[in-house]
C-alpha cells in the first residue's frame, strides 16, 4: 500500500513537471512564432502540447515498468499469460477428470473397507464366542482333573490305610524292639567313649611327671575388653586380664600368697597384643589366655594370648541350619544322621566366625537328652520324608559354645 502511493506521488510530481515544460515550450514557441515542421505558430503550439502528453504517458509506462513486474508482464508479457491461462485450464480440467476417478476409487474401497469390517467384525464375534467356550471347556477340564486328583488321592489314602492297617500291629513291636535294641547301642557307646576319654586323659596326664592341671591349647580364660587408647591404657587392660587368669590359677592349685606370679608370657607376644588392642579402636575385643604347653601342677604356666573380634554370632531361636533326611537316609542309620547333623553345624558355625573348643573342636553342644529324642522321633517318622531345623537356644557370640536344639517335623 505505502509502495503504491509513492509511486502514484512520483508519478504526479513527474507528469505535472512535464506538463509544465509543455506548457512553457509552448508559451515561448506561440509568443516567438516559431513554427515547427513548417507548421503555422498555432499548431505547432498544439503540436508542442502533443508531444507533452505523449511524453508524459510515455513516462508513467516507462516509470510503471521498472517500479513494478506486474505492470511490464501486462504490457509485454500478456499473450504469455494468456497461453498459460490456457495450458492451466487444460490441466485443471485434465486433474478434475483424475479427482473424479479418485473418488470413485475411494467410495469403491470405502465400500469395500466397510465390508471387511462387517466381516471382520462377525469373525471377531466368533471368535469370542469360541474363546468363551474354550475358556468354559478349560475350567470344566481343570475341574475335572482337580476331582480326578482328590479321588486318586482318596483312593492312594484308602489303600495305605489299608496297607497300614495290615501290617501296624507288628510294625509297633518291631519298633519297641528296635528303640530298645538303639538305646542299648547309644548306652554301650557313650560308655565306651566315656572310656576313650578316661584312658586319653590318663595318658595325658602321664606324659609329664606330676599332675597335669591344664593340657596343651587349653583355655584359662576369657574376657571381653574394649580396644583403642594409648600403649599405656592398652597394657593396662592387658595386664589385668592376665592378672586375673593368674588369680584364678592361684586358686585352683591352692597356692595362699596372693602376690605368686603364675602366668608367664613372651615380651614379644605382650607388645604384639598391647599393639593389637590399640589398633582395633573403641570395638570389643575377646582376650582368650591359653596354655602354651601342658601346665604341672606347682610350675610356672607359660600361656599365649589370644584376640578375636566380639561379635554376636547367632540370636536366640535363630535358624542354625536346616536338613532334609529322606527314608532311605534315615532307615537303621538314625544315630549316625544326628552325628552328621552335629557336624554339618560345627562346619557352618565355624565358617560363620564361633571359635571351637581347643581341646575337641567342637562348636555345638545337644544335651543328651535332646539327643535321644531326636534319634527317637528319626526311627519315629522313618517311613516319611523329615525337616531338621537346628536351632539356637541362647544367643552366640565369638567364643561359643552354641547351644542347640533339633527341630524334627514331617514333610508334608
Known sequence: MQYGIIMLFILAIMGGCIAYLGDKIGSRVGKRKIKIFGLRPKYSSILITIITGVCIAAMTLCVLGILSENVRVALFGIQR????????????????????????????????????DQQLKRKNLALQHTQMDLQQARQVRDEKTKQLFIIQKALNEARLQEQRAIYDKEKAKQELVSLEKTKQRMMDTIQLLDKRIQFLNDSMIHVREGTVMYRFGEILSSSVISGGGNELQAKQRLSEAIQETNIRISKQMGIQDKNAVLVYISPTEFNGAVKALQGAGSKPLLVRIAAAGNIILGEPALVHVQLYDHIKMYRKGEVVY??????EMITGNAELQVMRILRKVNETARQRGVLPDPLTGNIGVLSAADMFKAISLLQQYQDRTIEVKVICRETTYTEGPLNISLQITPVI
Do not use: F, M, V
Open 81 to 116: 499469460l494468456q497461453e498459460q491461462r490456457d495450458r492451466l485450464e487444460a490441466q485443471e480440467k485434465e486433474l478434475g477428470k483424475i479427482l473424479q476417478n479418485k473418488n470413485r476409487l475411494i467410495a469403491e474401497s470405502s465400500r469395500l473397507l466397510a465390508q471387511q
Open 322 to 327: 536346616t536338613y532334609r533326611l529322606t527314608p
